[in-house]
């Protein structure tokens, strides 16, 4: 097996929709100059991309071209290597059934595409200071309209 190269500061987007990508990175960068980011546009260019290094968080949308995020989160938490890899969902769908599936799938978090940047600013500075280590968030929840709300199955 290879040796991975790890980076805590490296965070990844996997969208397919380069709108999201540009107002992410734009927001990204407002909130965390230290942090890079890396954009990828479908799970299979993700999969790829995490055979050679382990980013510190990956934000992952649901419905992408090659594998979508479902099999995305199957195989990331398949491989010893990336099963504490901290994945935050990053989807447009408010679906009930998609955010269950989505915590079935063992992500950390389900995030609400926010419809404008001061949201997205609002989530990102409260996501990038979780500490995953910990098993945070030790709730399920997810959030959505500029608030954390609890999700219950």
Request: aromatic share 12%; glycine share 2%.
């Given at each position: 097996?290879?040796?991975?190269h ?11 929709d380069?709108?999201?990508g ?14 890079f980011?890396?954009?990828?546009r479908?799970?299979a ?13 990956v ?12 099999e ?42 926010p419809?404008?940047?001061?949201h ?15 098993n945070?968030?030790n ?11 609890p999700?219950?199955a």
């Open positions: 097996m290879k040796d991975l790890n980076h805590k500061d490296h965070v990844v987007l996997a969208d397919d380069p709108d999201h540009f107002l992410f990175q734009r927001v990204l960068k407002q909130v965390a100059p230290e942090r980011l890396t954009r990828v479908d799970g260019a993700l999969i790829e991309l995490l055979a050679r290094e382990v980013p510190g968080l934000f992952l949308d649901l419905n992408m071209p090659c594998k979508n995020g479902y995305c989160l199957e195989e990331i938490r398949y491989r010893p290597e990336l099963s504490d890899l901290p994945v935050v969902v990053y989807s447009s769908s408010t679906q009930m059934n998609d955010i269950q599936r989505s915590y079935i799938y063992k992500a950390d978090l389900y995030l609400v595409k419809f404008n940047s001061y997205l600013k609002n989530a990102l500075t409260s996501i990038l200071t979780m500490d995953w280590r910990r945070y968030p709730e399920r929840f997810y959030f959505i309209n500029n608030r954390f709300v999700f219950t």
